[in-house]
């Protein structure tokens, strides 16, 4: 009973510093980046003219997560089978459970500032070896290390005599927002969990999980108005 009593005696005392927190950091997390941003978050696949017939895919993808890794090949595969009818943007979108995943998106952005068509590369080198940098494999290595590894890992596709901007990029707190921003953008659609795919702005059923070519095609088909024997089943799936 008497622990029972004492209870409530610490909540009232806890919540108001638990308020006082949160607000003293949503100050300085205002003050520090203002949203929205003045560019919009994500990375466009291809330079594809966009016009309202356009089938709009949005991507938001870990770089060191195996579903987002085994989902890519596909995706690109359609991408290429539909040409200028589909445009992709990827967003980053780091697990906090990968524990290097912000480190690696933060490597993404840095190189998309320094040479945007290596992207795409750096992306697909980081699916190619993620490995080395899954939990279990880092678990041993400081921060430090960490960021040195992935800067390193990055001039694999940019070259050598990019690793001192890389580091020093790391060092920038612009970079480090940026990809928070990324984060920011999947948590405010609702993203809890990577590869989270959106098409003309609707989120596909089963976020999480790989969706092969003739997944795609299922999706796309019907909206582009091919004429197979299912296209209004395939639709029903939106609705
Ligand atoms: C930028 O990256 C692309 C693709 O990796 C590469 O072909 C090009 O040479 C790079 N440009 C510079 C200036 O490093
Ligand atoms: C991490 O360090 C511990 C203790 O030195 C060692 O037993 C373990 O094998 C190391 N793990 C890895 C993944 O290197
Ligand atoms: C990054 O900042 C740390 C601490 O301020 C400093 O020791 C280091 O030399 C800096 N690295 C680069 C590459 O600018």
Sequence with gaps: MRTRMERPKHKTTMLP?????????????VRAQSL????????????????????IIEAF???????????WPPLKQALSYYGSRAWLVVHLFPLPYHDNAFVASRALHIVNKLNASATFPLLEHFFKYQKQFYNAQTRNFSRAFIVDKIAKFATEVVGNSYYGTIKSEFNDTKTDLKTRVSFKF?????????PFFFVNGFLLPDGGSTIDFNGWKKIIDPLIGVHGGKSLDSLHFFL
Aim: hydrophobic content about 40%; proline content about 9%.
């Design 17 to 29: 510093l638990g308020l006082f927190l949160f607000f003293a950091l949503f100050v300085v997390n």
């Design 36 to 55: 929205p941003p003045p560019k919009i978050d994500g990375f466009v696949y291809e330079n594809i003219r966009v016009n309202s017939d356009t089938i």
């Design 61 to 71: 993808y870990d770089p060191v997560c195996p579903d987002s890794r085994d989902s």
């Design 186 to 194: 999947g948590a405010s659609r609702g993203v809890y969990g990577t």
